[in-house]
């Protein structure tokens, strides 16, 4: 079994700046993908990025050079910063890993950004 924590959310304003963090508990087999979602009000959840174990990174177009995804393996966590963040960023954040054979989800973590 699997567990994620994620933290890091808040209120920003537009322009702004946050960093959100994923600390996975539990056995974490290889490969794997870990990775970003988030849901705006009203919407379906949406891929944000993922860090492949294999070092692969994938963005969404939207966040594109304004996202940066990391991880750090030995403490099984992914990283989310993120900059320049405009209105329409606003949305529960969650955190996913896929293992072999399974897939797990964080609580999520509000972000909400001001114009």
């Known amino acids: 079994q699997v567990q994620l924590v994620e933290s890091g959310g808040g209120l920003v304003q537009a322009g702004g700046s946050l960093r959100l963090s994923c600390a996975a508990s539990?056995?974490?087999?290889?490969?794997?993908?870990m990775g970003w979602y988030r849901q705006a009000p009203g919407k379906q959840r949406e891929l944000v990025a993922t860090?492949?174990?294999?070092?692969?990174?994938n963005y969404a177009d939207s966040v594109k050079g304004r996202f940066t995804i990391s991880r750090d393996n030995a403490k099984n966590t992914v990283y989310l910063q993120m900059n320049s963040l405009k209105p329409e960023d606003t949305a529960v954040y969650y955190c996913?890993?896929?293992?072999?054979?399974?897939?797990?989800w964080g609580q999520g973590t509000q972000v909400t950004v001001s114009s």
């Open positions: 996913r890993i896929v293992v072999p054979g399974n897939t797990y």
């Open positions: 860090f492949a174990s294999s070092g692969y990174t």
């Open positions: 539990g056995t974490i087999f290889n490969p794997n993908i």
